[in-house]
């Protein structure tokens, strides 16, 4: 999987990543002063990484990943897009058709 700038901008991925780990934290009735222990870091930083304002390294979000039991890529899941996924935003009913057909083309020839 590869990050796609044209997918989401990268202020709004910092954006709802941290929006994900406030969920988080909050379902675990945890506070930001305690994540911030949990990780080595401050409650200002936790803050800032829950606002979208910091933009912390792999490392510090494999620690909240743990803090919070969960899994990185828990934390990017449909964020990010596959190198050739595709979206439904960009797809029309004539290509959707026509793709329909040649899958079940494929299907019928391979009977």
Known sequence: MIYDPAYI?????YLLVGERI???RRAY???QE?????????QKYVSRI???FARPNVSVHLKISNA???SMDALLYDLIAAEND???DDLTEQT???ELMQIIQKYLDNR
């Open 86 to 88: 595709v979206r439904m």
């Open 9 to 13: 901008e990268p202020q709004k991925l």
């Open 50 to 52: 829950e606002l979208g």
């Open 22 to 24: 406030r969920r988080l």
């Open 34 to 42: 305690e994540l911030s222990e949990k990780i080595g870091s401050t």
């Open 68 to 70: 919070l039991h969960t």
């Open 96 to 98: 959707l058709a026509a």
């Open 29 to 31: 009735h945890m506070s």
